[in-house]
C-alpha cells in the first residue's frame, strides 16, 4: 500500500496510488496523496502532474472499516483532514494536475478528479457520491465541477452513478480511451501541457483558480460539518455499520419526516458500490 511519484520523462511526473483491494483510503493514505502530490507540483522541473491509480479503480474513497474500528471520533476527524489536505493539494498544485481515471470513482475519488485541471477516463469508467447510502455528506462541491447543477444534486440524491461517456458529453472529462490505452492517453495530455513555459503555466494555474466561481476549500468543509453531525446523532453509524456488515440501514426520523433507505442502480453498477468491494469505501 504506497503512494509513488515517477517522472516517465521531462517536465512530468506520474503520481499513483496503491492501496489494494479498491483504493479506499486510511487517513495516512490520503496524507501521503497530499504530500505526493505537493512535492511534485513544487519541484521547479516539473510542468504537469497526472494522478494516476493502480489496480481495479481510481478510488474507492474513505476506509470505512477503520471509521468504524477507531473508537471515538479520532478516525472521523482524521479522514475529514486527510481528504481536504488531498483535495487541496490537487486544487492547489503549482501546474496543471490531469487525472487518469479507471473503473470506479467513488466518494473521495469525485473529489480528486473533480478538482483535477483535466480528466482522462477508461471507457469502463464510473462516478458518483454513494454518500447518503454509506452515513456521509461531501463532495458534492467537486461533483458540481463535473456535472451540471440539477444533475449533481440528482445523481447525490440518490447515490447513482454517471459514465466516463456521460461525463464526456457534459465536457468534464477530455478523452475516454480503452482501460489499456490510459496511461498513454494521460501522458499525451500531460505531454503537450508540458510543452508549454513552466512560469506561465504556473501563472496561468494561479490564475484560473483565482476566477473560480466558487471557493473549493470553503465549500468542501462546510460540507464536512453535515458529515459530522450525522456522526454525533448515531444516524451515520447506522449506515456504515450496516454497510461494514453488508446488511441494510434501518429507517430513521428526521425532524421533519420520515428518512427511508434504498438501492439505486445505474444499469449494471450498483449504488456507489465499488466492485470486489469489502466494506472500505466512502468519501
Request: with cysteine; hydrophobic share 40%; aromatic share 6%.
Amino acid at each position: 500500500m504506497s503512494v509513488s511519484t515517477a517522472r516517465p520523462e521531462p517536465g512530468i511526473a506520474v503520481v499513483t496510488v496503491d492501496f489494494p483491494p479498491v483504493n479506499a483510503l486510511p487517513v495516512r493514505g490520503w496524507y501521503e496523496l497530499a504530500e505526493a502530490v505537493d512535492a511534485a507540483g513544487g519541484d521547479a522541473g516539473t510542468r504537469c502532474v497526472v494522478l494516476a491509480a493502480a489496480g481495479r479503480g481510481f478510488n474507492a474513497g474513505v476506509d470505512i472499516k477503520e471509521l468504524q474500528r477507531v473508537p471515538g471520533h479520532r478516525a472521523l476527524v482524521g479522514a475529514n483532514h486527510g481528504c481536504s489536505a488531498a483535495f487541496s493539494a490537487v486544487y492547489d498544485c503549482e501546474v496543471p494536475v490531469v487525472a487518469a481515471v479507471q473503473g470506479f470513482c467513488l466518494g473521495g475519488g469525485v473529489g480528486l478528479a473533480g478538482n483535477a485541471d483535466a480528466v482522462v477516463a477508461s471507457d469502463d469508467a464510473t462516478f458518483g457520491l454513494p454518500e447518503l447510502d454509506r452515513g456521509a455528506l461531501g463532495a458534492a462541491t467537486h461533483l458540481a465541477r463535473l456535472v451540471p447543477q440539477h444533475l449533481m444534486r440528482t445523481l447525490y440524491y440518490t447515490s447513482r452513478t454517471v459514465t466516463a461517456r456521460e461525463l464526456h458529453r457534459h465536457g468534464a472529462v477530455w478523452r475516454v480511451v480503452p482501460r489499456g490505452e490510459l496511461m498513454a492517453a494521460a501522458l499525451v495530455l500531460a505531454r503537450e501541457i508540458a510543452a508549454k513555459d513552466g512560469s506561465l503555466l504556473r501563472l496561468a494555474k494561479a490564475a484560473l483558480n483565482g476566477i473560480d466561481p466558487v471557493d473549493v476549500r470553503r465549500s468542501y468543509r462546510y460540507e464536512q460539518g453535515f458529515t459530522f453531525e450525522a456522526s454525533l446523532t448515531g444516524v451515520a453509524d447506522r449506515h456504515r455499520d450496516a454497510f461494514v456488515s453488508g446488511g441494510t440501514a434501518t429507517t430513521g426520523t428526521a425532524t421533519t419526516g420520515t428518512a427511508t433507505t434504498g438501492t439505486a442502480t445505474t444499469g449494471t453498477a450498483t449504488t456507489g458500490t465499488a466492485p470486489g468491494s469489502t466494506g472500505r469505501e466512502r468519501s
